[in-house]
């Protein structure tokens, strides 16, 4: 895959105090649980903390959700669920995510950019086109940082069946080829976007992954 210029740009909300930081990561990896155990740990610090998702976040972002997640495994072609996906984080960002950090809240998303670069940008759609929509579609916004939260195969497909049992989503229940190709990803945008994305062990207790991404956030902290 082509290796893409990153030229977007992070939030501007360092003069009022709000922060936008992403978790990212495979399936079975524990974003969900981490996100919610995060924000409480940041409330308890007196800190406004919005929780959100992607997709989602929005109602009308939650409408494009619906869309994405169920059906059949063919139910969209490459370019249209990439298309779906942008729209719906546009929504997201105006609807939620600017709105939020305007007021000096921290936002914490369950996926966001990301994600769509390592679940779509890959096969007829490369990284370079993700990107030129999210341009498009978000003027190009970014998380002040993204925390990728890492798991080796086995227990994290161990987790995910825990979790989903037969009921995996049209993009969750894929191969595990193309699970793979999306941890590889992943770890490229890791590797080429250091300054952003900071890489955070998801095994062991849930606590001790939860102080984890806290102390990735301490240089953000007030």
Same mark, same amino acid.
């Given at each position: 895959?082509?290796?893409?210029?990153?030229v977007?740009r992070?939030?501007d909300?360092r003069?009022?105090?709000?922060?936008?930081?992403s978790?990212?990561?495979? #399936?079975?990896a524990?974003?969900?649980?981490q996100?919610s155990a995060?924000?409480?740990?940041?409330?308890?610090?007196g800190?406004?903390?919005?929780e959100?998702r992607?997709p989602?976040g929005?109602e009308?972002a939650?409408?494009?959700r619906?869309?994405?997640?169920?059906?059949?495994?063919?139910?969209?072609?490459?370019?249209?669920?990439?298309?779906?996906?942008?729209?719906a984080?546009?929504?997201?960002?105006e609807?939620t995510?600017?709105p939020?950090?305007e007021r000096?809240?921290?936002?914490l998303s369950?996926?966001?950019?990301d994600s769509?670069?390592?679940?779509?940008?890959?096969g007829?759609l490369?990284?370079?086109?993700i990107?030129?929509?999210?341009?498009i579609g978000?003027?190009?916004?970014?998380p002040d940082?993204?925390l990728?939260?890492?798991?080796?195969e086995e227990?994290?497909?161990?987790?995910?069946?825990s979790?989903d049992?037969?009921?995996?989503?049209?993009?969750?229940?894929?191969?595990r080829?193309?699970?793979?190709?999306?941890?590889?990803?992943?770890?490229?945008?890791?590797q080429? #976007?250091?300054a952003?994305f900071l890489?955070?062990?998801?095994?062991? #207790?849930?606590e001790a992954?939860?102080?984890?991404?806290?102390?990735a956030?301490q240089?953000l902290l007030p």
């Open positions: 895959m082509e290796r893409a210029e990153v977007l992070v939030t909300a003069t009022t105090g709000g922060r936008f930081i978790l990212e990561g495979g #399936e079975g524990g974003k969900s649980t996100l995060l924000a409480a740990v940041l409330r308890a610090r800190l406004e903390v919005v959100t992607e989602g929005s009308g939650e409408a494009i619906a869309l994405l997640l169920t059906g059949g495994a063919d139910r969209w072609s490459p370019r249209a669920e990439a298309l779906l996906f942008a729209a984080r546009a929504d997201h960002v609807k995510i600017r939020a950090l000096g809240a921290w936002v369950d996926r966001f950019l769509s670069r390592a679940y779509q940008g890959m007829s490369t990284d370079a086109d990107l030129a929509l999210h341009r978000s003027d190009g916004f970014l940082r993204t990728f939260l890492t798991l080796a227990e994290a497909s161990a987790r995910a069946q979790r049992g037969d009921a995996a989503d049209r993009i969750g229940g894929r191969d080829d193309f699970h793979r190709a999306v941890s590889t990803a992943f770890h490229r945008f890791a080429q #976007e250091p952003r890489t955070v062990d998801a095994s062991g #207790e849930a992954v939860t102080a984890r991404l806290l102390h956030l240089d």
